[in-house]
């Protein structure tokens, strides 16, 4: 430092402390002269308090009050604008300095000491964002960007990383300006200014900001603008009118809307996929936040190879979102990743926390949901809150249909159309409501965000009525979705509907207390869905805690529709069960002279294969009388379907193929995955059964790999014929093997067809000599068929070979009490005596 420093009328020496006016000294005492010095040396950065105090009384302990009455001392001898106090943060010195030579600098400071330059130091370690921040860059040189996102997701984080790598590029310095404790009207301006060392004043305080920052090339970075937005805008328009070479960085919830803005909108962290191992869920955000803030309060944290999963659980059901995963972090040493995990549904009260010097809006999961909500507009809390709901999202249609309710505080507020449009956008914009990009949008909630919502509509008064606008919105998209279904080809149908599924259950459990006649409706509706999803076994059993409602009401369409799908939902399950729904079916579709509707049941009828040959050939015959021109591809498929299983049963093998084959062709040109699938299916088994192994492999293989990227049940069909084919050739190894593929595909689709080809597993074990367990393995299937009422010709091949390698091994009456133990095995002791080694 220089033995003296010259500005305006005075002179300093920092050597002597003194400070002169007009060549005099002045009155100030040696502990202010050594303040301005360390302001001076720093000239144009903000200095904090801190750094001040270690500065000025080096090594002791002294009140902040101390540091504010010399501050004010300097004032009155320099004048009150030559020091500029950057509220709650520290004070800069503005006055200019004479150009001075590096040699005069403190030690030759690095230029990121420059005037302005003025950036809090990050906390932590940009964790997952590294790809948002060369996006950022990507975004430069462009005068004005806004980072939006939802509260708690990482905009101030990213914002500042931003702000250090693009500080260098900005030779008169960058600035952080925190807006949050701003209210709105005109402070903005003076936060700004007094942030950059540029105090201003009088009616025109924007425009002389504008003037000052003209000729410099200054980053200016403006965190939580949300609440200030129209402040925020108008200072960002005259800035990029005034002052071109300015780069401005603004975090907000919603985008200025400022020409000449670039928005950036800040997604969720990623989280990995199930199965992932420890050094690839680190990789993602999400788990590399969560493992760095619990190393933060126990330094022994360790994430373990079997918590990966339950980590990237927690991370999922928060959203991705930084702020809950912080907070749920926290919690960890005290509950543990499962106690936190089980405690998940009750969120708000779960993440909170109590950290020093953060704001009061960062201590909790609702307090920042509270500071996004109390910014919306009443039309937009309305929308907010009554969006909540939806399960799994919504298309506009369905908004639509169910936002026209008037606010309770208003009666005649209710909202039309473009009301609707106009508010979601609102929301979306405001990142309170999810868009999902595609040629029809989806909106959604977060499940945090849902969560939030749910409890203002609970409060609202309004929940009770729109559950019941919903569950009937709901059952009106099914009406036409079941229509449509008819018509569509499956990939299209299920990209218009299957998003839906979620919304389908919510109304459904709604329903079935409040309204159980429109679960019915909406059951019957919904049977589609639920097969070409893959998840029958629920459709099924939600199916059957509503037979005594369906038992109740006339036979109407809806109910006749109910007993047809419910029947079409126990194929291969309960043939039964199958038989006796098509067969009410059919009965009520008769007395309706609805021809479809006959035409659907008889294939459900024939389908349970429970009636002989001659019935099963004279419900065919009806079938194809019933036939009309017209009729799609889909519904003409449901008679070859049923042809192709008959002649198996009959053991008319070739004709079955040619049907089969013919039918294949036919559904892969419309399109119908579904029938696809079953048509290969059946091709495997007839090959199967003609004695072309190879052929049954290949076509199981295709139906396998088909299988990878779509729920298909048949799946589980596929590798039931494999593990045939490997019998056939001996060979148990590869036995083995596949049926260890089998029962996980069983178990992902909650056993559906365990039982079917039990006696597969069951000769496995009779093959390799563990005859005790093969008998209890027959004595489960003995007592599946039992329920099936039929069996599968595959089946029965397994079934016959196990049977007989098993009573030439055992005594009748051992084999007997063995058999009877297995018929009431569960399936998880089915797959343990499936699978145990033989002894050596």
Not at 248 to 254: A, D, H, K, N, P
Not at 456 to 467: F, N, R, V
Not at 482 to 493: G, L, N, P, Q, V
Not at 634 to 649: I, K, M, P, S, T
Request: hydrophobic share 50%.
């Amino acid at each position: 430092m220089a033995h003296s420093i010259r500005f305006d009328r005075f002179e300093l020496r920092p050597q002597e402390r003194v400070l002169y006016f007009d060549g005099q000294p002045t009155s100030l005492g040696a502990r202010a002269v050594v303040l301005l010095s360390a302001l001076v040396q720093r000239h144009g950065r903000l200095v904090t308090k801190a750094e001040l105090l270690e500065l000025v009384w080096p090594g002791l302990v002294v009140e902040e009050n101390n540091l504010q009455v010399q501050i004010s001392a300097l004032r009155k001898v320099l004048g009150t604008a030559a020091i500029v106090t950057v509220p709650g943060r520290g004070y800069r010195f503005v006055v200019p300095l004479p150009q001075r030579g590096v040699s005069e600098r403190q030690g030759g400071e690095p230029q990121d000491s420059e005037p302005l330059s003025v950036l809090p130091v990050p906390v932590q370690r940009l964790w997952g964002r590294e790809r948002d921040l060369d996006a950022l860059d990507a975004l430069l040189p462009a005068p004005l960007i806004t980072l939006v996102g939802p509260a708690g997701i990482g905009k101030t984080a990213l914002a500042l990383a931003a702000g250090h790598r693009w500080r260098k590029d900005r030779p008169d310095g960058a600035a952080w300006v925190d807006l949050a404790s701003l209210s709105p009207g005109g402070c903005v301006v003076t936060a700004v200014s007094q942030a950059l060392g540029l105090p201003v004043s009088g009616v025109d305080r924007l425009g002389m900001l504008g003037a000052a920052l003209r000729p410099l090339k200054v980053l200016l970075l403006l965190d939580n603008a949300e609440h200030v937005l129209d402040d925020v805008a108008m200072l960002a328009a005259a800035l990029l009118d005034t002052a071109p070479t300015v780069r401005m960085l603004v975090t907000s919830q919603v985008p200025l809307r400022v020409d000449g803005e670039r928005t950036f909108r800040l997604g969720p962290l990623s989280i990995p996929s199930p199965g992932a191992s420890v050094d690839e869920a680190l990789l993602h955000g999400a788990v590399a936040l969560f493992v760095d803030q619990v190393r933060a309060i126990d330094r022994r944290y360790v994430l373990q190879p079997d918590q990966v999963d339950a980590v990237a659980q927690l991370c999922r059901r928060v959203d991705g979102l930084a702020l809950a995963i912080k907070l749920a972090a926290a919690r960890v040493p005290l509950l543990g990743l499962h106690g936190v995990n089980q405690r998940l549904d009750e969120r708000f009260r779960l993440l909170s926390g109590q950290s020093t010097g953060v704001p009061d809006r960062h201590q909790t999961l609702m307090a920042a949901l509270d500071w996004s909500h109390a910014l919306l507009s009443p039309t937009e809390q309305a929308l907010f809150r009554r969006v909540a709901v939806f399960a799994g999202g919504f298309p506009l249609s369905l908004a639509s249909l169910l936002v026209e309710a008037p606010l309770p505080e208003a009666p005649d507020s209710g909202l039309d159309e473009w009301q609707v449009l106009d508010t979601l956008g609102a929301l979306v914009d405001r990142s309170l409501v999810a868009v999902d990009a595609g040629e029809s949008p989806r909106y959604r909630l977060l499940d945090s965000m849902r969560d939030y919502a749910g409890l203002k509509l609970q409060d609202s008064g309004e929940q009770a009525l729109l559950q019941a606008r919903h569950a009937h919105a709901v059952a009106d998209l099914m009406d036409e979705a079941y229509e449509a279904h008819w018509f569509s080809a499956d990939a299209a149908w299920l990209a218009q509907y299957g998003a839906d599924i979620d919304n389908v259950r919510a109304a459904l459990d709604w329903a079935a207390l409040q309204a159980p006649d429109l679960a019915v409706r909406l059951q019957g509706a919904a049977g589609p869905l639920f097969l070409l999803l893959g998840v029958a076994p629920e459709g099924r059993s939600r199916g059957r805690q509503l037979e005594a409602v369906a038992d109740g009401l006339d036979e109407g369409p809806a109910t006749t529709r109910f007993w047809l799908e419910h029947s079409r939902l126990h194929w291969g399950v309960d043939n039964a069960a199958m038989r006796a729904c098509a067969e009410r079916a059919a009965r009520a579709s008769r007395r309706a002279n609805d021809v479809r509707g006959v035409y659907l049941a008889l294939r459900c009828v024939v389908g349970s294969g429970m009636l002989d040959a001659d019935a099963a050939t004279a419900v065919l015959r009806e079938m194809a009388a019933l036939e009309q021109p017209g009729w799609p591809v889909r519904l003409l498929a449901q008679r070859q379907l049923a042809e192709v299983g008959v002649l198996r049963a009959q053991e008319h093998m070739a004709d079955a193929r040619r049907v089969c084959q013919h039918l294949l062709v036919r559904a892969q040109g419309a399109g119908l995955e579904g029938v696809v699938s079953a048509s290969l299916s059946d091709l495997a088994a007839i090959s199967l059964a003609l004695g072309d192994t190879d052929a049954a492999l290949r076509i199981s293989q295709d139906i396998l790999s088909r299988g990878r990227h779509r729920r298909d049940n048949f799946v589980v069909h596929a590798l039931a014929i494999v593990a045939c084919v490997a019998f056939v050739r001996a060979d148990l190894v590869q036995a083995r093997a596949t049926l260890s593929d089998f029962l996980a595909a069983s178990r992902s689709r909650s056993w559906e067809w365990l039982g079917l080809y039990a006696g597969l597993l069951a000769l496995l074990a009779a093959m390799e000599g563990r005859h005790e367990a093969a008998a209890r393995l027959l004595g489960y299937t003995e007592q599946t068929y039992r329920s099936l009422g039929a069996r599968d010709v595959l089946a029965v091949y397994a079934w016959s070979r196990a049977h007989a390698a098993v009573r030439d091994a055992l005594e009748p009456t051992v084999l007997q009490r063995l058999m009877e133990q297995g018929a009431g095995l569960d399936p998880a002791s089915v797959c343990a005596w499936a699978l145990e080694r033989a002894p050596a």
